[in-house]
């Protein structure tokens, strides 16, 4: 098993709060302006050790069948699916991460410039603009 650090309060691992993130999807999408504090605020994590804590959790939502998503005002969805991060997990983290690190250190930087994550409701078609 692996040392991994632990949250300063809840003492769960990285890997234990990574795992978390997914089931929020039920409820609401993911911001990157919610992985990026969670690794710098709960874990200390900065540069490499904070791209890779946000690495694993996009490729979590990923996995989990989460799309990257933003909001387009007037298209009639409340999120709309981002293509051009790429078609594989490695290439959205990648893409993202790049877009991310130079944003400003701030959650309303990172609510504007900075894509969500969402997975499509069947019973809400409304809710993720797929194409």
Known sequence: MIDEPRDKDSGE???EAISQYPHELDRDAVGIWQIVPGGRM???LSGDALADYVR???Y???DAGAVPVRHVPGSGFRWSR????GLTREEIAEAIIAEWEPVPYDSY???EHCPWFARPRPNDPNYVKMD
């Open 109 to 111: 930087s990172m609510i």
């Open 82 to 85: 981002q293509t051009q991060y």
């Open 56 to 58: 694993r959790t996009i």
């Open 60 to 62: 979590a939502l990923l």
């Open 13 to 15: 691992t990285i890997s």
């Open 42 to 44: 709960d874990f200390g």
